[in-house]
């Protein structure tokens, strides 16, 4: 039996496409716009596009935050992509300052302007690039289990998110010479800040890990667990 995933939808978001993977993965796929709705859901994926201050107030204005932080906060498998995954954190400045969902502890920030060594650097940062756990972690267990260590994926997003607690950090790119966040998780909550609606078949191994790990859809076959014992980054990468 297909199980069920509500996208919350507060206006600020290309919803099809989420729709269409899910839907691909092998689930039912129904919205949320009202807070009673969240409440009902047994899955959620908040994706985002735009402006952390302005989805923000889409959301709150709707009711639709306080819904999404008390199911989160009672267990309900969570997943947050590109804007959404920011949305998870307790602040940002773009658009002006602005208080996140708070479901994370950490900050979201603007991607630097220039490269490790000083070269300007365009923002935002549009294309694919390779996904890397952090450094002596593992992708097994986690919505990433079914990623090879340097498989691309694909970005578009001008802010990175800049989590608090290390353990919070899944996996990293490497933009301009920067580490840059690339998802996160902790317990029922995920986020990944590339779009796996748009990554073709790893994104659709990402979305079928979530959904698996939310006891949407069986597994299908077994995944073999990625350890990473290594950094996987180039040579000189530098946190920012």
Same mark, same amino acid.
């Given at each position: ?48 596009? =735009? ?9 709150? @204005? ?6 999404? $932080?008390?199911?989160?906060?009672q ?17 940002? @400045? ?7 969902? *708070? ?14 060594? =000083? ?7 549009? =294309? ?7 450094? *002596? ?22 802010? $990175?998110a ?10 990293n ?19 990944? !800040? ?17 959904? !698996?790990?939310a =006891?949407q859809?069986?597994? !299908? ?16 990468? !530098?946190?920012v």
């Open positions: 039996m297909q199980g069920v995933v509500t996208i919350v939808d507060y206006g600020r978001s290309n919803l099809l496409s989420v729709q269409r993977a899910l839907e691909h993965c092998g689930t039912w796929v129904e919205y949320a716009r009202t807070p009673a709705q969240v409440e009902a859901a047994r899955v959620l994926v908040l994706p985002g596009v =735009g402006c952390f201050a302005d989805a923000m107030k889409a959301m709150e @204005t709707k009711g639709l935050a306080r819904a999404v $932080q008390n199911k989160a906060r267990g309900t498998p969570l997943l947050g992509i590109c804007l959404g995954m920011q949305l998870l954190f307790e602040s940002s @400045t773009e658009g002006g300052y602005a208080a996140g969902l *708070g479901l994370l502890p950490g900050t979201v920030e603007p991607l630097p302007h220039s490269t490790a060594g =000083g070269e300007p650097l365009r923002t935002p940062h549009i =294309g694919w690039d390779a996904l890397f756990p952090v450094k *002596g972690a593992r992708f097994g267990g986690t919505l990433l289990q079914a990623v090879r260590p340097g498989e691309e994926v694909y970005f578009v997003h001008g802010y $990175q800049r989590p608090a607690r290390a353990a919070d950090r899944l996996a790119t490497v933009y301009g010479g920067h580490l840059v966040c690339a998802a996160v998780h902790r317990g029922n909550v995920a986020g990944t !800040q590339f779009h796996p609606e748009k990554s073709g078949e790893a994104g659709l191994a990402i979305l079928r890990a979530f959904l !698996q790990g =006891g859809i069986t597994r !299908q076959e077994t995944m073999k667990e990625v350890i990473w014992d290594e950094t996987g980054i180039s040579p000189g990468a !530098q946190p």
